[in-house]
């Protein structure tokens, strides 16, 4: 169980344009999904935390405008990178948790397998 | 701000050998610390999840620590195999929505 997918796995994209990445939990309901990005050799840095049906929270430094985060339903959340340029090549991965029936939180995250974004 | 350093950043060993992986953190008010391994170009892979309350936990070859009071945490891995090579992540939460992870330990494991 507990099981977090992503869509695309690898995404190589003009500079200037959009890339959307798709984020889903296939066997339970994310009441709250996490963008993460990871440059080469570094660790995940959070970007962003987004709960169904309202705005995401963005991490200090992080531009919302430039990483617009959807998450219309309790399986999917979209990052999209607009106008994406060569300085966004990273890897991206999602995380999800969910919030058991009596409000107590489940300690965890369950990590997607990320999405390798290369613009050139 | 929760810092987590990991140590060493990279480690060689030979097929067989016992090692140990450390993490330590600066904030002792952690809800738990998480264990991840990640291959090359590829997602996490929860390992062991310790609560705040536990000292350790064990899966299989695997086993980590914690000592909440001075900021550390081990994962001890018995009879390293070729299939162990990875790097290794600590993530430390402070909270449901709060996890700060370390920038890993590149593990190889030699036949």
């Known amino acids: 169980g507990a099981v977090v997918s992503q869509h695309p796995s690898r995404v190589i994209c003009k500079s200037g344009t959009s890339v959307k990445i798709e984020c889903r939990s296939l066997?339970?309901?994310?009441?709250?999904m996490f963008w993460y990005r990871q440059f080469p050799k570094q660790s995940l840095m959070l970007m962003a935390t987004?709960?169904?049906?309202?705005?995401?929270?963005?991490e200090q430094g992080v531009e919302k405008d430039k990483f617009l985060i959807n998450h219309a339903s309790l399986t999917l959340s979209t990052l999209t990178v607009t106008s994406a340029h060569p300085e966004d090549s990273s890897f991206y991965i999602c995380?999800?948790?969910?919030?058991?029936?009596?409000?107590?939180?489940?300690?965890?995250?369950?990590f997607g397998p990320g999405t390798r974004l290369t613009v050139l | 701000k929760q810092e987590v350093t990991q140590i060493p950043a990279a480690l060689s060993v030979p097929e067989g050998e016992n090692l140990v992986l450390n993490c330590s953190f600066t904030?002792?008010?952690?809800?738990?610390l998480q264990w991840f391994r990640q291959d090359p170009g590829k997602g996490l892979t929860s390992l062991l999840l310790?609560?705040?309350?536990?000292r350790e936990q064990t899966s299989g070859r695997l086993n980590a620590s914690l000592d909440k009071s001075s900021g550390r945490s081990t994962l001890y891995i018995a009879a390293s195999q070729p299939g162990d090579s990875a790097t290794y992540l600590c993530?430390?939460?402070?909270?449901?929505?709060?996890?700060?992870f370390g920038t890993g330990t590149r593990l190889t494991v030699i036949p």
């Open positions: 995380s999800a948790s969910w919030n058991l029936r009596g409000g107590a939180y489940i300690d965890e995250q369950f």
């Open positions: 066997d339970f309901q994310a009441t709250t």
């Open positions: 987004s709960n169904e049906g309202s705005k995401a929270t963005y």
């Open positions: 904030d002792s008010a952690i809800y738990n």
């Open positions: 310790i609560q705040s309350s536990q």
């Open positions: 993530a430390v939460a402070t909270g449901a929505n709060n996890l700060f």
